[in-house]
C-alpha cells in the first residue's frame, strides 16, 4: 500500500500570502489529522477531519483551516501567513475513531520570507 | 489536560550498548501511549503502543517500552543499539476519553549512537 503522500513538500511564501497544503491518505483511512512541528514548540495538533467533518481541533486562530473531500483526501489552508508560520506541516491518517496508530506523511516543509 | 513529557533533550550510546529513552505522562484515567520516530527531513514513523494489557509492549525494530502506571512513565528500551538507530524519538499520550485521535507530543529526545 502506499503510505500517506504531502504536496507538496516545500513551499516559500510571503507575509500576508495564504497558503495550501494537501495531505493523501492511506487508501481505506478515513481519517485525517495535521500537525505542525518547529523548533520551539514541538508538534502541535492542528485538527481532525473523519467524514468530510472537523471532528477535534487545536489551539490555533482561524488563519488555520481545512477539509476533507468524499475520498478522505484532506487540505488545510493558512491565510494572511506570517513568519512565525514556518514549519514542517505534518499529515497524518488512520483507520478511523477505534484505530491508534496514525500515519504520518513526509511533511510539507513551508518558509515564509 | 493531558500532557507528556521527555526529560532529556539527547541520549548518546555506544553502538551494542542498551538505549532507553525516557517519557513520563499525565492524563486523567488510563492512557493510550505511543512512541514514534523521525529521521532527518522525513515524517514520523510509529514505533509500539500500549492502550490496555501487558505492560512490556514489544514494537518495530527490535524495540520495546515499559508501562509504568505508578511511576507515569512510558520508557523506550532497545537491548542493543544500532548506529541506524540515530534519529529523533518521540512519546505521545491520547486522552482514552478523546473519541478522537489528537495526539500530544512530548519535546523529543535526540539519539545518537556512536561507532
Known amino acids: 500500500k502506499a503510505g500517506v503522500t504531502q504536496t507538496p513538500r516545500y513551499l516559500i511564501k510571503t507575509r500576508g500570502q495564504q497558503v495550501t497544503l494537501s495531505c493523501s491518505p492511506i487508501?481505506?483511512?478515513?481519517?485525517v489529522s495535521w500537525y505542525q512541528q518547529t523548533p520551539g514548540q514541538g508538534l502541535q495538533f492542528l485538527f481532525e477531519?473523519?467524514?468530510?467533518?472537523?471532528?477535534n481541533k487545536g489551539n490555533f486562530p482561524g488563519r488555520f483551516s481545512g477539509r476533507q473531500f468524499s475520498n478522505s483526501r484532506s487540505e488545510m489552508n493558512v491565510s494572511t501567513l506570517e513568519l512565525g508560520d514556518s514549519a514542517l506541516y505534518l499529515c497524518?491518517?488512520?483507520?478511523?475513531?477505534?484505530?491508534?496508530?496514525?500515519?504520518f506523511g513526509p511533511g510539507t516543509r513551508l518558509t515564509v520570507t | 489536560a493531558q500532557s507528556v513529557a521527555q526529560p532529556e533533550d539527547q541520549v548518546n550510546v555506544a553502538e551494542g550498548n542498551p538505549l532507553t529513552v525516557k517519557c513520563t505522562y499525565s492524563?486523567?484515567?488510563?492512557?493510550?501511549l505511543f512512541w514514534y520516530v523521525q529521521y532527518p527531513n522525513r515524517g514520523l514513523q510509529f514505533l509500539l503502543k500500549?492502550?490496555?494489557?501487558?505492560?512490556l509492549v514489544k514494537g518495530s525494530y527490535g524495540f520495546e517500552a515499559e508501562f509504568n502506571k505508578s511511576q507515569t512513565s512510558f520508557h523506550l528500551k532497545k537491548p542493543s543499539a544500532l548506529v541506524s538507530d540515530s534519529a529523533l524519538y518521540f512519546c505521545?499520550?491520547?486522552?482514552?476519553?478523546?473519541?478522537?485521535?489528537?495526539?500530544?507530543f512530548g519535546a523529543g529526545t535526540q539519539v545518537v549512537v556512536t561507532p
Open positions: 497524518a491518517s488512520s483507520l478511523g475513531r477505534t484505530s491508534y496508530e496514525q500515519y
Open positions: 487508501s481505506g483511512h478515513r481519517s
Open positions: 477531519y473523519f467524514s468530510e467533518t472537523q471532528r
Open positions: 492524563v486523567s484515567g488510563n492512557p493510550y
Open positions: 500500549y492502550i490496555t494489557g501487558d505492560n
Open positions: 505521545a499520550v491520547r486522552d482514552p476519553t478523546d473519541s478522537w485521535g489528537k495526539l500530544q
